[in-house]
């Protein structure tokens, strides 16, 4: 974490942390938008200045924005021209991870949330580089071939029902809740309630 964080200042991060669920209040929406807008009067009363109070406001007020993008509610372009440069999406993506860490969550659930956001970061990065990240539809076919190459056992399930979902629920979606919905949507097919197959590919998966 201190080496993804070495140009971004240490405090602001540390703020960001304790103040980004600050507009978290029963019957209002949109925690982030107005923790945002709470934080800077706040911060003033504490003595602190605009030089430090505006990347904290940033960082509350996008702190959800890494998982919008994973989970298709942003694009990818929305997210680079809300971020604006590398430092402050590296910064985001730490108060993302430690976000989601300290979620009430275990095991598998938590490892896939903080795999989604990896990809996201990951993406974003290769952006901010100058490089270029691969179309929907070459996501889409990548994630097919290494599905049917990891997975061999799977390919019959994973071909009848390719053209089923969307393409973004392919990249978007875990691999374990993937599996587990192809195995309930084949079991409905079949007309069957007999589901102890997403048992079997959880395990296929976590021996991987």
């Not at 989601?100 to 969550?105: G, V, Y």
């Not at 629920?169 to 195995?183: K, N, Q, S």
């Amino acid at each position: 974490m201190t080496t993804l964080l070495s140009d971004f200042p240490q405090n602001i991060f540390l703020l960001g942390c304790l103040f980004h669920d600050i507009g978290k209040v029963d019957g209002i929406a949109g925690h982030a938008g107005v923790g945002a807008e709470m934080a800077p009067r706040i911060m003033r009363r504490l003595g602190y200045l605009r030089p430090t109070i505006e990347p904290v406001q940033f960082l509350i007020r996008h702190h959800l924005l890494l998982g919008d993008v994973a989970t298709g509610f942003r694009t990818l372009a929305e997210a680079v021209e809300a971020i604006g440069n590398l430092s402050r999406l590296k910064a985001l993506y730490a108060l993302t991870i430690v976000d989601i860490r300290a979620l009430d969550e275990h095991g598998r659930k938590m490892a896939d949330r903080i795999h989604t956001i990896d990809r996201i970061f990951e993406e974003l990065s290769q952006l901010f580089l100058g490089k270029t990240v691969p179309t929907l539809e070459e996501q889409y076919s990548e994630i097919l071939r290494r599905l049917q190459r990891d997975y061999p056992r799977r390919c019959n399930q994973i071909q009848r029902f390719q053209h089923v979902m969307p393409p973004k629920y392919w990249i978007v979606r875990p691999e374990a809740e993937l599996f587990r919905d192809l195995t309930h949507l084949e079991a409905i097919r079949s007309g069957s309630s007999d589901l102890q197959r997403s048992e079997e590919h959880t395990s296929e998966l976590q021996s991987h």
